[in-house]
């Protein structure tokens, strides 16, 4: 299937702090990708829709001051979570899905966030 | 709102037994089903898709689509203790919009 990389997998910081986390579709364009973010034993939470070259979609109760989208291009996709707070710790994923395959989509493998 | 329903489990099954799990989803104009599965603290991994009523065949793997019902169900025949996992139906109703998850059914395949 197609491969989306994501980096960091996992990275600690303190509160207050940014962290960026970057999504890779590594063998195929996306115009769009997707970030979820996942609490512990719960299901995958669509954040935003990012869009190459456009502002990024956010979903109800998602603030786009505090996660940064940028979509410079069509294979990357950054996600910065500003001035983290411990309540910030989850499990971020991205996806992408790649246009020739009918509406697959393709993940990440997931950055874990702990703000301490 | 949209919604995908599941049973969270665990459904537990032993070695070599049929499981099955079941999905429901809300919005009638919804094209696209899928199942994943999930290994405690890694990403979703897609498992089958379908977009037609009927049944399709993956190896032990089929999905059931039935529109009119609303319903999408994955039956896992000869389950193995690496078959144990989450398994997460995820629904959309247009290409190039995002899926919408369920909550997950948690597997336990007991050998």
């Known amino acids: 299937g197609a491969v989306v990389s994501q980096h960091p997998s996992r990275v600690i910081c303190k509160s207050g702090t940014s962290v960026k986390i970057e999504c890779r579709s590594l063998?195929?364009?996306?115009?769009?990708m997707f970030w979820y973010r996942q609490f512990p034993k719960k299901s995958l939470m669509l954040m935003a829709t990012?869009?190459?070259?456009?502002?990024?979609?956010?979903e109800q109760g998602v603030e786009k001051d505090k996660f940064l989208i940028n979509h410079a291009s069509l294979t990357l996709s950054t996600l910065t979570v500003t001035s983290a707070h411990p309540e910030d710790s989850s499990f971020y994923i991205c996806?992408?899905?790649?246009?020739?395959?009918?509406?697959?989509?393709?993940f990440g493998e997931g950055s874990r966030l702990t703000v301490l | 709102q949209k919604e995908v329903e599941q049973n969270s489990g665990p459904l537990s099954v032993p070695e070599g037994a049929i499981a099955s799990l079941n999905c429901t989803y809300s919005?009638?104009?919804?094209?696209?089903f899928f199942w994943y599965r999930q290994y405690s603290g890694k990403s979703p991994e897609l498992i089958m898709s379908?977009?037609?009523?009927g049944d399709k065949e993956d190896g032990r793997f089929t999905a059931q689509l039935n529109k009119a019902s609303q319903y999408v169900s994955l039956l896992i025949r000869d389950s193995q203790p690496s078959d144990s996992a989450t398994y997460l139906c995820?629904?959309?109703?247009?290409?190039?919009?995002?899926?919408?998850f369920g909550k997950g059914t948690t597997l336990s395949v007991s050998s």
């Open positions: 379908i977009y037609s009523n």
């Open positions: 063998d195929f364009q996306a115009t769009t």
């Open positions: 919005d009638r104009v919804s094209q696209s």
């Open positions: 995820a629904v959309n109703d247009q290409a190039g919009t995002a899926l919408i």
């Open positions: 996806s992408a899905r790649d246009l020739n395959r009918t509406g697959e989509l393709f």
């Open positions: 990012s869009n190459e070259g456009s502002k990024a979609t956010y």
